[in-house]
């Protein structure tokens, strides 16, 4: 009888532990220091994907002469514009497109209209490497 009522004892703390440090836990409701959701992974509309460490800092892919279009509506871009941008996204790597992406965002560049779906497509072949 003692070990059954130990046994119980023993089993309701260990619950009560386990409940007690899921609490504490972060979950992919919670939100890092960064103010983005843990698990973010990038590839929807409400997330980013950074790394920590990342910070605001910009990195250019030899791409220098689109800021030339800072501020330009989406769909305000000429052919000539659009191609610019085109001949930068077909030159990436398909691993580089979603830092470039964010590159430009950076930089207040928006990406022509045009140029959205072929560049979320590319994003969206790319594997999904865990965090």
Same mark, same amino acid.
Do not use: D
């Given at each position: 009888m003692w070990y059954l009522a130990g046994s119980? /004892? #023993? /089993? !309701?703390l260990f619950a009560a532990a386990m409940n007690l440090r899921e609490k504490r836990r972060p979950g992919p409701a919670?939100?890092?220091a960064g103010g983005e959701p843990v698990d973010c992974c990038g590839r929807h509309a409400v997330c980013d994907r950074r790394p920590a460490t990342d910070g605001d800092s910009i990195d250019y892919f030899d791409d220098e002469e689109l800021d030339a279009y800072r501020g330009t509506p989406s769909d305000a871009y000429s052919e000539q514009a659009e191609d610019a941008f085109r %001949? #930068? /996204?077909? $030159? /990436?790597? %398909?691993? %580089? #497109? $979603?830092a470039w992406l964010r590159s430009l965002q950076r930089r207040s560049v928006h990406l022509p209209d045009a140029l959205k779906e072929e560049a979320f497509l590319i994003v !969206?072949?790319?594997?999904i490497r865990p965090h």
């Open positions: 119980i /004892l #023993v /089993l !309701g919670h939100e890092a %001949e #930068v /996204l077909y $030159t /990436l790597r %398909e691993s %580089e #497109v $979603t !969206g072949e790319q594997p």
